[in-house]
C-alpha cells in the first residue's frame, strides 16, 4: 500500500474510546488532533498531522452535548477539507437529530434535513451511521450513506443468554418492522406495545399490548432510549401480562439523569446497549451491559477503503 493511500483515522471528543477500539482492530494508530473549547463556549478543533492526499475518517457521534458535539463535527470536516485530505468519511455512530426527520405539526423544521444538508456543505465525502431513527433520512443526502445494523451485535448478546420460551417485544408500532428482523433472527414470536406520546415531554403511554407473552421471557428491542421511560412502561405493561422475566436490547443509550433511577425501578433485568454513546451526565446502572459495534464500523471502513462492497453488512 503506497503511502498516499494509507487510511487515517481520527475521532471527536465524543467518541474517542470507540475510535480507539476502531483503530486497534484496524491495527493503525489514532489519528492526532485537538478540540479546546474557550470561555465563552466557542469550540478550536486542529489536525495533528499531515493528512494531505491521504483518505481519513472521522468518528463523532452527536449525543450529549448534541450541538457542540455537532458542530465539532463541522468544524472537524472543514478542517480536514482545508488540509486538503483526499476524501473524508464521516462515521456517525449516533446522529442524535435523527428524530426531526419530518414536519409533524405546523411551523417547525425538519431538523434532520438541515443538519444533513449541513454536513454535505461543510465537504463530507461519505456519511455512515448506525440505525438511524427513521432510515429514509439516507435520502436527505445527496451523498453515499451507509446506514449499518446493530442488530447482529444485540441478537449475539441476546442469544449467549440462552433464554427458553423467548418473546421479542417492540415498544411501539413504528419499531415493528425491525423487531420482527430481531425475531426472525432468533426464532422467537413478536409482541407489539401499542405507545402514545401527546407531547414533547418525552413521556409515553402504553395503551395496549399485541401478542402473547404470558409465561415468556420477554426482551423489548429499540432504537434508541434517552429517558428510559417507554422501556419501563412497557416493561411493566409485561410483567402485568404475565411475561415471565423482562429484558431489552437498544441501539443507542443516550440516558438522561434520571434514566438510572428509573430503569433500575423498572422490571427490566438486563439492558443491552452499544457503545456509541460515551458521554452521559449520569452514574451507570449496574444492568447496563454495553456490546461493541467497533469490529462493525472497523469492518465498513477496511471495506470502503478497500472499494469492496458493505451489502454483507446488512445481510
Given at each position: 500500500?503506497?503511502?498516499?493511500?494509507?487510511?487515517?483515522?481520527?475521532?471527536?471528543?465524543?467518541?474517542?474510546?470507540?475510535?480507539?477500539?476502531?483503530?486497534?482492530?484496524?491495527?493503525?494508530?489514532?489519528?492526532?488532533?485537538?478540540?479546546?473549547?474557550?470561555?465563552?463556549?466557542?469550540?478550536?478543533?486542529?489536525?495533528?498531522?499531515?493528512?494531505?492526499?491521504?483518505?481519513?475518517?472521522?468518528?463523532?457521534?452527536?449525543?450529549?452535548?448534541?450541538?457542540?458535539?455537532?458542530?465539532?463535527?463541522?468544524?472537524?470536516?472543514?478542517?480536514?477539507?482545508?488540509?486538503?485530505?483526499?476524501?473524508?468519511?464521516?462515521?456517525?455512530?449516533y446522529f442524535s437529530y435523527a428524530k426531526g426527520d419530518k414536519k409533524d405539526e405546523p411551523r417547525v423544521s425538519i431538523r434532520a434535513r438541515l443538519c444533513?444538508?449541513?454536513?454535505?456543505?461543510?465537504?463530507?465525502?461519505?456519511?455512515?451511521?448506525?440505525?438511524?431513527?427513521?432510515?429514509?433520512?439516507?435520502?436527505?443526502?445527496?451523498?453515499?450513506?451507509?446506514?449499518?445494523?446493530?442488530?447482529?451485535?444485540?441478537?449475539?448478546?441476546?442469544?449467549?443468554?440462552?433464554?427458553?420460551?423467548?418473546?421479542?417485544?417492540?415498544?411501539?408500532?413504528?419499531?415493528?418492522?425491525?423487531?420482527?428482523?430481531?425475531?426472525?433472527?432468533?426464532?422467537?414470536?413478536?409482541?407489539?406495545?401499542?405507545?402514545?406520546?401527546?407531547?414533547?415531554?418525552?413521556?409515553?403511554?402504553?395503551?395496549?399490548?399485541?401478542?402473547?407473552?404470558?409465561?415468556?421471557?420477554?426482551?423489548?428491542?429499540?432504537?434508541?432510549?434517552?429517558?428510559?421511560?417507554?422501556?419501563?412502561?412497557?416493561?411493566?405493561?409485561?410483567?402485568?401480562?404475565?411475561?415471565?422475566?423482562?429484558?431489552?436490547?437498544?441501539?443507542?443509550?443516550?440516558?438522561?439523569?434520571?434514566?438510572?433511577?428509573?430503569?433500575?425501578?423498572?422490571?427490566?433485568?438486563?439492558?443491552?446497549?452499544?457503545?456509541?454513546?460515551?458521554?452521559?451526565?449520569?452514574?451507570?446502572?449496574?444492568r447496563i451491559v454495553t456490546v461493541s459495534v467497533a469490529p462493525l464500523f472497523a469492518e465498513a471502513i477496511r471495506r470502503i477503503h478497500a472499494r469492496e462492497?458493505?451489502?454483507?453488512?446488512?445481510?
Amino acid at each position: 500500500m503506497r503511502d498516499d493511500d494509507e487510511l487515517v483515522v481520527i475521532g471527536g471528543s465524543a467518541s474517542p474510546r470507540l475510535t480507539k477500539n476502531i483503530c486497534k482492530i484496524l491495527d493503525v494508530p489514532v489519528g492526532k488532533g485537538e478540540v479546546h473549547q474557550f470561555s465563552d463556549g466557542n469550540l478550536f478543533v486542529k489536525v495533528g498531522q499531515n493528512v494531505r492526499g491521504r483518505h481519513v475518517y472521522l468518528v463523532q457521534s452527536t449525543a450529549l452535548p448534541a450541538n457542540d458535539n455537532f458542530m465539532e463535527l463541522l468544524f472537524w470536516i472543514d478542517a480536514l477539507k482545508r488540509a486538503s485530505a483526499a476524501s473524508i468519511t464521516v462515521l456517525i455512530p449516533y446522529f442524535s437529530y435523527a428524530k426531526g426527520d419530518k414536519k409533524d405539526e405546523p411551523r417547525v423544521s425538519i431538523r434532520a434535513r438541515l443538519c444533513a444538508q449541513t454536513i454535505e456543505t461543510a465537504g463530507a465525502d461519505r456519511v455512515v451511521t448506525l440505525d438511524l431513527h427513521a432510515p429514509q433520512i439516507q435520502g436527505f443526502f445527496d451523498l453515499p450513506v451507509d446506514d449499518l445494523y446493530a442488530l447482529p451485535v444485540l441478537t449475539d448478546a441476546i442469544a449467549a443468554e440462552n433464554l427458553d420460551e423467548l418473546v421479542i417485544v417492540s415498544p411501539d408500532a413504528g419499531f415493528a418492522k425491525k423487531a420482527k428482523q430481531y425475531a426472525r433472527r432468533l426464532g422467537a414470536p413478536l409482541a407489539i406495545a401499542d405507545k402514545e406520546r401527546i407531547d414533547h415531554t418525552e413521556n409515553a403511554h402504553v395503551a395496549d399490548l399485541i401478542g402473547d407473552v404470558e409465561g415468556k421471557n420477554a426482551v423489548i428491542v429499540d432504537d434508541f432510549t434517552i429517558t428510559a421511560g417507554t422501556l419501563a412502561e412497557v416493561a411493566d405493561t409485561l410483567i402485568q401480562r404475565g411475561a415471565r422475566s423482562v429484558r431489552a436490547a437498544v441501539t443507542h443509550g443516550v440516558f438522561t439523569r434520571k434514566a438510572m433511577s428509573r430503569l433500575d425501578d423498572s422490571a427490566i433485568q438486563t439492558l443491552w446497549v452499544t457503545d456509541t454513546v460515551e458521554k452521559r451526565p449520569t452514574r451507570r446502572s449496574k444492568r447496563i451491559v454495553t456490546v461493541s459495534v467497533a469490529p462493525l464500523f472497523a469492518e465498513a471502513i477496511r471495506r470502503i477503503h478497500a472499494r469492496e462492497s458493505l451489502s454483507v453488512l446488512f445481510s
